[in-house]
């Protein structure tokens, strides 16, 4: 793909992650725990991941980590966002590269991560590790919320495919 189309896709890819990132921040998504989210926005890094590139998709993520937490968090939830979206990215890129795994596994994985990532920055930040019994919630969330991004990000890349032949 060349590259004026490619930073056009970005453009548009960031500005509905930064879209996504609003919504979540109006959906009353709490079951009494705090920080878990649905992970709208990684559906935009996921199939940025798939049908654009690597270094491409990482870019978006870490500019829509930045942007959306000065539009709508402070300096901390860009810190757990970011810790939490490095070690994702690397995992579903990991991943991904084996040509093992369905979009499915790797959101999952992802999601999973996300919240592991975020956990150990907290535990560092309060420097105390008992805030890891928290993990097992976190796991069952990144669960569940993974397999439905994932799904929802494997229909679209099946849908959008053809725009983004290289």
Request: proline letters at 2%; aromatic letters at 10%; hydrophobic letters at 55%.
């Amino acid at each position: 793909m060349e590259w004026g189309k490619k930073t056009a896709y970005l453009g548009v890819f960031l500005a509905i992650a930064l879209i996504c990132s609003y919504i979540e921040t109006l959906i009353p998504f709490q079951f009494g725990i705090p920080g878990i989210k649905l992970g709208l926005t990684n559906i935009v890094v996921i199939l940025a991941l798939y049908l654009i590139g690597t270094g491409e998709a990482f870019l978006l993520s870490m500019l829509r980590i930045a942007l959306s937490g000065l539009l709508f968090g402070n300096l901390f939830s860009v810190a757990y966002s970011a810790a939490g979206g490095i070690l994702s990215f690397l995992v579903m890129l990991l991943l991904k590269k084996t040509d093992k795994f369905s979009c499915i596994s790797v959101s999952v994985a992802g999601g999973i991560s996300h919240n592991i990532g975020q956990i150990l920055l907290a535990a560092v930040i309060v420097n105390s590790f008992h805030i890891m019994y928290y993990i097992p919630v976190l796991l069952l969330a990144g669960l569940i919320t993974g397999f439905l991004i994932g799904l929802l990000s494997q229909e679209m890349i099946v849908r959008l495919s053809g725009l983004f032949k290289k």
